[in-house]
């Protein structure tokens, strides 16, 4: 599949733009729902996706840019050749790093609830399955540039892999491994697992609603995405980033997970119950009320 999906005069548009802004969309249209489904303006989210959106590539970037992978360009690459970090040049932008992304979406969401005086944790709530179902759509770009694959495989969903696509793995390259050798789609196996965490999340807001806490989801996304995330790097992405014997996302994936445990125990287990209003004052807000009504029906 041709990268390029069209031209406009000389400038190509390619299919990961298109596939990563069509999720960004989506994601942000499911965060409205759910904002508009507990009573809140959905404005606020179509508000925030632009800052979210520009901090979250930022992050993505850096992310990528300081990282060193086992295959393909890194830090050791931009500190020689620092424009490439900004200017795309023989394919100097070719890099993001999702957990780059969220901490930069993160920042964005922080901000903006800042700034508007919102509770951070129920619109991380409302923006979370957003964010996974933009991750599952994004990982059909890697599909089209065929890239972020696996070992080789004999199962039947394994993928060809251009020659010219394989020629920085050793191990993989056309001279060892011939042209019609298929691989693990990693992509697919992580976009599968970040489908099924949207499918979860909205169940759980729609069936449990009255008993989550602001914040339950986001928790729950710091351990469900990283559980897989852990455990795909560790099988399935020859080109990762290692700190010791573990890939990096992993090592981020353990420590994202423990802040969600945390997160959910102190949420239910140690944090105080929010005490309802007293009956007397709820009863004179509802006189109060009805004697305004009274007031404009005699008008």
Known sequence: MDPVAFHIGSYPVYWYGIIITTGAVLGAWLAS?????????????????????ILGIIGARLYHVFSRPAVGIGWDYYKEHPMDIFIPRNGGFAGLGIYGGVIGGVIGVLGYTWY???????????AVPGV????????????????????PTKLPWG???DCVNRQFYEQYNCNVLGPETRFHPTF????????????????????????????????????YYPLGRFFIELFFRPDAWTLGSLPTASVISLISMAIGILGLVYNHFIRKPVAPAPATARSGKKQHSQSRKSKKSRK
């Open 33 to 53: 729902w759910m904002a508009r489904h507990r009573g809140e303006d959905p404005d606020h989210i179509w508000n925030m996706l632009i800052i979210v959106l």
């Open 116 to 126: 508007k005086k919102l509770n951070f944790f129920k619109w991380a709530d409302f």
């Open 132 to 151: 996974l179902l933009a991750q599952a759509i994004g990982r059909w770009g890697n599909f089209v540039n065929q890239e972020l694959f696996g070992p």
């Open 159 to 161: 993928i060809k892999i």
């Open 188 to 223: 697919l196996y992580e976009s599968i697992w970040n489908f099924v965490g949207v499918g979860l999340m909205v169940f759980i807001f729609k069936k449990f609603g009255d008993k989550l806490r602001n914040g339950d989801l986001l928790f729950f996304y710091l351990i």
